[in-house]
């Protein structure tokens, strides 16, 4: 993979920043698809052993896809087995196609100030040049066109929850039968029946949508099913409705909870017969479409409440997946902001940006009760606020995700204030998700009960009073 070419590169690189930023060391590396280093190249001093701090410091950028500042190392027990005094230390990851492929690496010891804002975005700015320089070498030029496993269509992660609906959309992506697909709001329904219809047999077929709650009753049926020149006022010549449309492909209803019975009488004789009738008309057409239908109701509640006709039911739901809310993937956040950050970046022309690594820690401790949609919509947000910048601070976050309304400053940086801060966030949330029972909470993040107790402790969290307020909103 090494070239003499991208090794001369990676070296001026090297001798460049060192000028640029006085640091101690600089470490730059490449690495292959499967995360494994390939090429590395240092300056500076090399006292540290390999094992040191600076090898999880560059791992972690890798997977992040995002820089990392950490000052005032030294005092944690974590790093207690480095002698060498390591104080500061700054990771910058090299991107292509949102694929990590090689991490610029900086620190500093004792006696130099800490890394800045100034300092990551002078490395943002000459990665640029470099990723490009890199994306066409011969040894990195594949890498914009793997997609590693996950379809590009269907933006959503790389967690258990996400990797069991893709093994799903798979297995099913050729058969015909029906797909009944539940989940909160914005946890990307139509993206799953999508990657189903674009990966499967029906991907030459049409892909057809509809919202079942966005189309008033009187005008539903007509919009499904067309109708027939003369079949009421103001139909002037025959149209097709949706489900013809969806002929050799695959017809989408979203929202299907908000059907009227009857139009599922109607929708359950096509699934049975694979024949509509136009509202006007006598004679049926035979319609080969393939019906992927989503919800965000507990559809059998409704059937208890007389809104939902049972056989309907359960001729939708031969094949079932469901999607669970991004607050229980936490895993995939990380992935849907890259994400989100490339797509958008390329539609408004601009260079790749970043958050700042406090603005990254807010985004990764909210609880996102809008799901991937609300992730999208904030990241589109930020990018039109932040204009031309290169990293986006905290300040450029919505009041729900930045309450506190915290702006960039030297101590946003600061490991210890930014950890406790974490910590403190994450506990509260944790507790009000498991209704305050410090038992479960502890068992389901993974903490002895004492281990949990001595952060509440710590952070002086008044469980009997934030649990009494949540009752009291309920």
Sequence with gaps: MKSSLTSSLLQRL???????????????????????????ESRGIARLKNNDICQDIIKRALAENQPIIMNDLNP????????????????FPLVIENKSVGAVYLDRNVGLEPFSREDLEFLIAFSRPVSLILKNR????????????????????????FCRILTLVERIKDS?????????SGTGKELVARAIHQNGTRKKGKFVAVNCAAIPELLLESELFGYAKGAFTGALKDK?????????????????????????????????????????????????????SATNKNIEKEIERGNFREDLYYRLKIISIEIPPLRERKEDLLFLINHFLEKYCKEMKRERVYFSPRALELLMSYSWPGNVRELQNEIQRCLVFSEEDSIINEEYLSSRINPQKEC??????????????FEKRFINQALECWNYNRARTAERIGLSRQGLFKLIKKHKIDVVKKSKQKTQRQ
């Design 240 to 292: 097709p409705g949706l489900i013809e449309e969806a002929n050799g492909g695959t017809f989408f209803m979203d929202e299907i909870g908000d059907l009227s019975l009857h139009l599922q009488a109607k929708l359950l004789r096509f699934l049975q017969d694979k024949e509509i009738r136009r509202i006007g008309e006598n004679k049926p057409l035979r319609v080969n479409g393939r019906l992927i």
């Design 14 to 40: 090297l001798d460049l920043i060192m000028q640029e930023i006085p640091s101690e060391r600089a470490i730059v590396v490449l690495v292959n698809e499967k995360d494994q280093i390939v090429f590395k």
């Design 138 to 161: 011969p040894e990195f030029r594949e890498i914009g066109e793997k997609s590693f496993g996950i379809p590009k269509t269907f933006p959503g992660g790389r967690s258990k929850a």
């Design 176 to 184: 015909d039968a029906s797909v009944f697909i539940c989940g909160e």
């Design 408 to 421: 960039s400053t030297a101590s946003s940086y600061d490991f210890f204030q930014g950890r406790a801060e």
């Design 76 to 91: 944690e027990p974590y790093f207690c087995n480095s002698t060498n005094n390591l104080r500061n230390a700054l990771c």
